[in-house]
């Protein structure tokens, strides 16, 4: 069974543009959730998507979009990008997402990452 | 009050040493919790999740939970060099508000050496 999939796996950018990142989930899983890994604030969660609904979403400021597809493949935008935007961005995918108080479906595998660095 | 913390690091235990990693949470309506392992370089990878009180073993790992003390911990039985990484615990409140969310602490960097 294929693991989660991100693209690209590096991006290098300048302050003042803006990016696209992909994700593709475990086939099957319907939930696709992002976060944000820096070394000092740790890994923070953006937002979460569900059948093409965002369902979530973190503290972050508006520059942070994303979407979803109907195969479940989802797409996490930034604009304007700061200097402090670099980190290792993250996807992970589970079969329901949350709200299933106690069951077995909140499990999330995490996909490579994409490393965005901006300059 | 951090929402997850973790007992600080680094860790360092020898080879064939039991590990224990210790992690407290803040939101008593969680529900569900994860340890992760995250290798230098690479994104998370579950080794354990738990959702009852008590202990749940699966190979060398143990995960215990205690809902009342807020307290979930992760046992590493017979550590082996290759277990050196930074592990993650990760808390998720069941409710509509939570969809999705693990809340992460800040991880705690384990050592085993030889």
């Known amino acids: 069974k294929a693991g989660v999939t991100q693209t690209p796996r590096y991006l290098i950018k300048t302050r003042g543009q803006q990016v696209t990142l992909s994700c593709s989930p475990i086939s099957g899983h319907r939930s696709v959730s992002w976060y944000q890994q820096t070394p000092g604030q740790g890994l923070q969660f953006l937002f979460e998507y569900f059948s093409e609904t965002q369902r979530n979403k973190g503290n972050f400021p508006g520059r942070f979009s994303g979407r979803q597809f109907s195969n479940s493949r989802s797409e996490m935008n930034v604009s304007t990008l700061e200097l402090g935007d670099s980190a290792l961005y993250l996807c992970?995918?589970?079969?329901f997402g949350s709200g299933i108080a106690g069951g077995p479906y909140n499990e999330q595998f995490f996909g490579p990452g994409t490393r965005l660095t901006v300059l | 009050q951090k929402e997850v913390e973790q007992n600080s690091g680094p860790l360092s235990v020898p080879e064939g040493a039991i590990a224990s990693l210790n992690c407290t949470y803040s939101?008593?309506?969680?529900?569900?919790f994860f340890w992760y392992r995250q290798y230098s370089g690479k994104s998370p990878e579950l080794i354990m999740f738990?959702?009852?009180?008590g202990d749940k073993e699966d190979g060398r790992f143990t995960a215990q939970l205690n809902k009342a003390s807020q307290y979930v911990s992760l046992l590493i039985r017979d550590s082996q060099p290759s277990d050196s990484a930074t592990y993650l615990c990760a808390v998720e409140t069941a409710g509509g508000t939570s969809y999705g969310k693990l809340t992460f602490g800040q991880g705690t960097i384990l050592t085993v050496h030889p």
């Open positions: 939101d008593r309506g969680s529900q569900s």
């Open positions: 992970a995918s589970s079969l």
């Open positions: 738990i959702y009852s009180n």
